[in-house]
């Protein structure tokens, strides 16, 4: 796979060192609280569990599926919820860890949805944030690394549910997904759009 890595923005090192820094700030702000980590599945995986590791603080965890993506390189605009909350998040503080926030139509989704549910607080942690992509307005509270407007993977993020299994995040080569972006100026819409 690594030949289809056109660069390494972020070693396992970086990462490592970066969401150490990232735990030890969330262990500081949520001292005393019931802390819910709330991880978007399937690109926060890895990073949700290294960060949960780096805060030592009693905290739970639970999982929301969402989709916007597809096996596309660019967002369909459309989010569903595909796998719902385990339980209610009426008496928590919510961190949303995301591994990658771009256009911000899914944490902007999401930070609705999840504040009809009161909980008591409600913040976004990501690992990469592109805020050059951001198509609605969202605010990250904790970041770690500002990533070029490029195609990237690995540490959980994917191309076609492909590279998550990376140990750092690099840049795709653009041969790789080329054959899948849209026609610039497309005039008509194929039989497989029409469909999705």
Known sequence: ????????????????KRVAQMGAQIQADYAGKDLLLLGILKGAVLFISDL???????LEVDYL????????????GVVRILKDLEGPISN??????????D??????????????????????????????????PVVCDYVGFQCPS????????????????LSFVGILKRSIYAKDEPEPEQQHTSPAEEQS
Do not use: W
């Open 1 to 16: 796979m690594q030949q289809d890595i056109e660069e390494i923005l972020f070693s396992r090192e970086d990462i490592d």
């Open 52 to 58: 949960s590791r780096a805060i030592d603080l009693p």
């Open 65 to 76: 599926a969402v989709s916007s993506y597809g096996n596309n390189v660019t967002s369909s």
């Open 92 to 101: 928590k503080h919510v961190l949303i860890v995301e591994d990658i926030v």
């Open 103 to 136: 256009s911000g139509r899914t944490i902007h989704y999401l930070m609705e949805v999840l504040r009809q549910r009161s909980p008591l607080s409600l913040r976004v942690c990501t690992l990469l944030d592109k805020p050059a992509e951001r198509v609605r």
């Open 150 to 165: 490029r195609f990237v993977v690995g540490y959980g993020l994917d191309y076609a549910q492909r590279y998550r299994n």
